[in-house]
Nanobody, 130 residues
Framework: VSLVESGGGSVQAGGSLRLSCAVS????????MAWFRQAPGKEREGVAR???????YTADSVKGLFTISQDIAKNTLYLQMNNLKPEDSGVYYC?????????????????????????WGQGTQVPISS
């Protein structure tokens, strides 16, 4: 499985962006996917997760502003980001849990942690100006 993000780019505060993550390879083993972001000098933060049952979870820091979705037919993951703020700037990564099985940490309100995901994209830059 490989992941390729797209859709990043400069945007002014208050604007919107939709990121895409194209999934290629054998995707049958993927149970959940997520979006992470990393600002300069900060740790990578999980922002949203979706599983193959279309159950989603969004971190409190972006709840109501970011929406994760997927198009199974197109093998694509999305992140719609609205009302962006300068503090949302960073590199955005998509990640897949492709170890097979219905992992309990891919459901409910379990925190989105890097350790739960084994395949990562290269990231896409999202700089937001004030």
């Amino acid at each position: 499985v490989s992941l390729v993000e797209s859709g990043g780019g400069s945007v002014q505060a208050g604007g919107s962006l939709r990121l895409s993550c194209a999934v290629s390879g054998v995707a049958d083993s993927i149970y959940c996917m997520a979006w992470f972001r990393q600002a300069p000098g900060k740790e990578r933060e999980g922002v949203a997760r979706i599983n193959s049952d279309a159950m989603t979870y969004t971190a409190d820091s972006v709840k109501g502003l970011f929406t994760i979705s997927q198009d199974i037919a197109k093998n694509t993951l999305y992140l719609q980001m609205n009302n962006l703020k300068p503090e949302d700037s960073g590199v955005y990564y998509c990640a897949a849990n492709n170890w097979g099985g219905r992992r309990p940490y891919c459901t409910g309100t379990t925190e989105i942690k890097e350790v739960y995901f084994g395949t990562w994209g290269q990231g896409t830059q999202v700089p937001i100006s004030s």
